[in-house]
């Protein structure tokens, strides 16, 4: 069994930067590809980021990119999602997630956070 545990989340204001991070524990980490989704309300769950086992590649959702980076810590265990230049839409619960490859679909993956609320105000 695979845990992963959100943490960063918060309020912010519009253009503001928030870094998220993502702890792993159960097995090797490094068995992993890692993604972060998002789900505002109301709305279906989306792809944000995914980074595969050793961080070489790199995927990201066209609304993000430029303005976030996935990166991950093999010998923390840990996955990020800096998140910089935050909009208003950009509003809601991130979780991470672990698949056997560092697919855009949620339903890829096998394990999942609990997720962290990241609000941007206006």
């Known amino acids: 069994q695979v845990q992963l545990v959100e943490s960063g989340g918060g309020l912010v204001q519009a253009g503001g930067s928030l870094r998220l991070s993502c702890a792993v524990s159960?097995?090797?980490?490094?068995?992993?590809?890692m993604g972060w989704f998002r789900q505002a309300p109301g709305k279906e769950r989306e792809f944000v980021a995914a980074i595969n086992w050793n961080g070489v590649s790199r995927y990201y959702a066209d609304s993000v990119k430029g303005r976030f980076t996935i990166s991950r810590d093999n010998a923390k265990n840990t996955v990020y999602l800096q998140m910089n230049n935050l909009r208003p839409e950009d509003t809601a619960v991130y979780s991470c997630g672990a698949a056997r490859w560092p697919s855009m679909r949620g339903i890829d993956y096998d394990y999942w956070g609990q997720g962290t609320q990241v609000t941007v105000s206006s």
């Open positions: 159960g097995r090797t980490f490094t068995n992993y590809a």
